[in-house]
């Protein structure tokens, strides 16, 4: 049963992009820089699902950290698991810094059990199964899914589930879900 989890949109959390500075695959020593996935059309007609993952690893602190952890996840993911390009679109590591995976308009990698691809995948870095998500990177997380409103990047009908609502994994961990779901409230509309 899937329980669709709509992100309160508090008023402190403003518009735009100006707050989330995205950290560039560029700048964080990607070994690709462009997806070679296809772009989507229309994604703010198309994009209605923002899922959110954990990493399950190590969490960061500083940026030199978390560059390590996402190239060792860029690695994984192509050499290992074979894609063609690193699976989440957005990491969010520590509490205060977004990194471009594949970045906006790209199609996802479809996940093991779930057949969507138009949708925007999210990992928080770490592992919050048994961690606390720090508020601040729950609220960078919104800020990011506004500013791709903003950019036409997702649907304004989006809809945040967990990995695990659409299928059955651990990910994104019971802490970070309990907090997505405290973050959220049910609209009638
Ligand atoms: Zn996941």
């Known amino acids: 049963m899937i329980t669709p989890k709509i992100p309160d949109l508090v008023s402190d959390i403003g518009k735009g992009c100006s707050e989330v500075p995205v950290i560039s695959r560029r700048n964080w020593g990607s070994a690709t820089n462009v997806s070679k996935d296809r772009k989507i059309e229309k994604p703010e007609y198309t994009v209605i699902l923002v899922v959110i993952h954990h990493t399950n690893g190590k969490h960061c602190k500083t940026k030199e950290e978390c560059k390590r952890i996402i190239k060792d996840i860029e690695k994984f993911d192509i050499e290992l698991m074979n894609?063609?390009?690193?699976?989440?679109?957005?990491?969010?590591?520590?509490?205060?810094?977004?990194?471009?995976?594949?970045?906006?308009?790209?199609e996802a990698e479809v996940i093991p059990d779930t057949?969507?691809?138009?949708?925007?995948?999210?990992?928080?870095?770490?592992?919050?199964?048994s961690e606390t998500v720090p508020t601040k990177a729950l609220h960078l997380a919104e800020k990011l899914i506004q500013c791709g409103i903003q950019r036409k990047q997702i649907s304004k009908q989006y809809k945040v589930y967990g990995h695990n609502d659409l299928a059955c994994t651990d990910c994104p961990g019971k802490e970070l879900l309990a907090k997505a779901n405290f973050a959220s409230v049910d609209l009638d509309y």
């Open 115 to 129: 057949s969507a691809s138009l949708m925007i995948n999210i990992a928080f870095i770490g592992n919050f199964t």
């Open 83 to 106: 894609k063609r390009d690193i699976l989440m679109h957005f990491f969010i590591g520590g509490e205060n810094m977004v990194f471009e995976g594949r970045g906006w308009g790209v």
